[in-house]
């Protein structure tokens, strides 16, 4: 891993910061690409560094947007939690033999999408449920958790493109 990557990764997570406080796109939906991010981490990261870097990128974006700690950690870490097992189900276990990072023309675009999707949904699924805690009706939580999930899937295709840009051109 060159020390691209980890400035990226900050830069984006800044990004990240900047659109939580300054883009509020309405009530309905929420966009947050760190799922993605974490995702898409190399595959020689461990899950308990894995684990690590969630957790330390949820606290800071929490302590620099809502203020409210631990909302967006709660989501981030089952997502780095189950991040081996979703790369199992998408791509298939060549991935952790080869020790072959997630770019989009190697392993190809659904799979990839289905992979985003996959750690989306379920950083959305933990980020509605304990956001509404109860006090939210349901359908407020199911339109939210859909608007959200449609729109952050779709920035975060193009941040994992972001990410792993220097990767595509080693494959060419």
Not at 35 to 51: C, D, N, Q, W
Request: aromatic fraction near 12%; hydrophobic fraction near 55%.
């Amino acid at each position: 891993m060159n020390l691209k990557f980890p400035l990226t990764y900050i830069l984006l997570v800044a990004a990240q910061i900047l659109l939580a406080n300054y883009l509020n796109l309405s009530q309905y939906v929420v966009l947050c690409f760190l799922p993605a991010m974490i995702l898409i981490l190399p595959i020689k990261v461990s899950t308990i560094a894995a684990l690590c870097i969630a957790f330390a990128t949820g606290m800071v974006t929490d302590f620099f947007t809502t203020g409210i700690l631990g909302l967006c950690t709660v989501g981030l870490v089952p997502v780095a939690l189950c991040r081996n097992w979703i790369i199992q189900l998408v791509f298939g276990s060549e991935l952790f033999s080869r020790q072959e990072d997630i770019n989009i023309p190697r392993q190809g675009m659904p799979k990839v999408i289905l992979a985003t999707l996959i750690a989306t949904g379920l950083y959305f699924l933990i980020f509605t449920w304990v956001d509404g805690a109860g006090t939210r009706p349901l359908n407020f939580n199911l339109i939210r958790f859909g608007a959200s999930l449609a729109v952050s899937t779709a920035v975060s295709i193009y941040i994992i493109h972001i990410l792993t840009s220097e990767e595509v051109r080693r494959w060419r």
